[in-house]
C-alpha cells in the first residue's frame, strides 16, 4: 500500500505510515491532500494502531516554503482547508497513534508529531520548533488548536511567538517530544509503544480519546465543515513570501 510521497506498511496490527517527499518531507497542496488520503486508508475496517514517521533526516520541515508561499488565493484556501482535514484526521484518529519522529521536525512538522498521541524522537543533532513567526505565516484553526491542547502557557508563547528551535532534551522537557532513544532505535520503539497501546481495549480507547480531546476536536471539525477559519480569505502576504524567502536563503 504506497502512493506517490506516503509508504505504508502493516507490521501485524501496527499500521506505519513513512512521508517520503524528498528532500524534508515538506507539505505543498499535493502531499498534503495525499496523506490525508493514505491516513484514511488505513483506518478502514482496522483496529491496531498507526505510527507515522519520516525518511532521510527529517520528519517533516512543514510548509514547502519554495511552493506555498506562491500559491494564489483559492489554491492559499485550499491549502488551509487540506492542512485542517489532516490535522483534524490524525488528532482524531480513534486507534493509538505514535509519532516516530526520525529526524528535524519544524513548524507544520512539529505539528504532526504534536497530533499524535506519543512521540519518540532521536537523540542527536536535531531541530523542533514552531516557526511560523519567523516565515511570516500564522497558523490556522486546525493547527492553533493542537498547539493550544498540547503544550502549555508557557511553552506555546516560547515556541510560538518566539520562533524557537529545541534540541531532543529541550523538546522532550517542553513536551513536543515523549521520550528519545538512539536514532536508528526510533521507528522501533514507536512500533514497540504502538504494539502495547493496540493491545488495550480498542473501543474505550477510542471512546477516551474522543472525551479528552472533544472540545479540541469540535473547535477543529467547525472550522473544517463551516469554513470559518479566519484565515481563509488572508493568509500568506507579501511579507510572508519575502520572509519565507530569508528563511530559505540562511538554511
Request: charged share 25%; hydrophobic share 40%; glycine share 10%.
Amino acid at each position: 500500500m504506497t502512493t506517490k510521497h506516503v509508504l505504508i506498511e502493516e507490521l501485524d496490527n501496527v499500521m506505519v505510515v513513512k512521508l517520503d517527499r524528498p528532500p524534508a518531507n515538506a507539505l505543498d497542496l499535493s502531499f498534503t491532500r495525499e496523506l490525508e488520503a493514505a491516513l484514511g486508508d488505513t483506518e478502514n475496517g482496522r483496529t491496531g494502531s498507526l505510527v507515522l514517521t519520516g525518511t532521510g533526516d527529517f520528519f517533516s520541515a512543514g510548509l514547502d516554503l519554495k511552493l506555498v508561499p506562491g500559491y494564489s488565493q483559492d489554491e492559499q484556501r485550499e491549502m488551509i482547508l487540506a492542512l485542517g482535514r489532516l490535522v483534524g484526521r490524525l488528532y482524531a484518529d480513534p486507534r493509538p497513534t505514535v509519532a516516530a519522529v526520525n529526524g528535524h521536525a519544524v513548524a507544520a512538522g512539529t505539528l504532526l508529531a504534536l497530533a499524535c498521541d506519543y512521540r519518540v524522537g532521536p537523540r542527536g543533532d536535531y531541530r523542533y520548533g514552531l516557526t511560523g513567526a519567523r516565515v511570516g505565516i500564522p497558523y490556522p484553526v486546525a493547527a492553533q488548536t493542537v498547539i493550544e491542547s498540547e503544550l502549555d502557557p508557557a511553552t506555546r508563547r516560547i515556541l510560538v511567538l518566539g520562533a524557537t528551535q529545541l534540541g531532543p532534551e529541550e523538546a522532550v522537557h517542553r513536551g513536543i517530544l515523549d521520550e528519545l532513544c538512539p536514532a536508528d532505535r526510533v521507528l522501533a520503539r514507536a512500533v514497540e509503544v504502538a504494539r502495547e497501546r493496540a493491545a488495550l481495549p480498542a473501543d474505550a480507547y477510542g471512546k477516551i480519546k474522543g472525551q479528552l480531546r472533544a472540545t479540541a476536536l469540535r473547535r477543529i471539525r467547525d472550522a473544517n465543515e463551516g469554513g470559518d477559519d479566519p484565515f481563509l480569505e488572508s493568509w500568506i502576504t507579501a511579507d510572508s513570501a519575502s520572509a519565507s524567502a530569508e528563511a530559505l536563503d540562511s538554511q
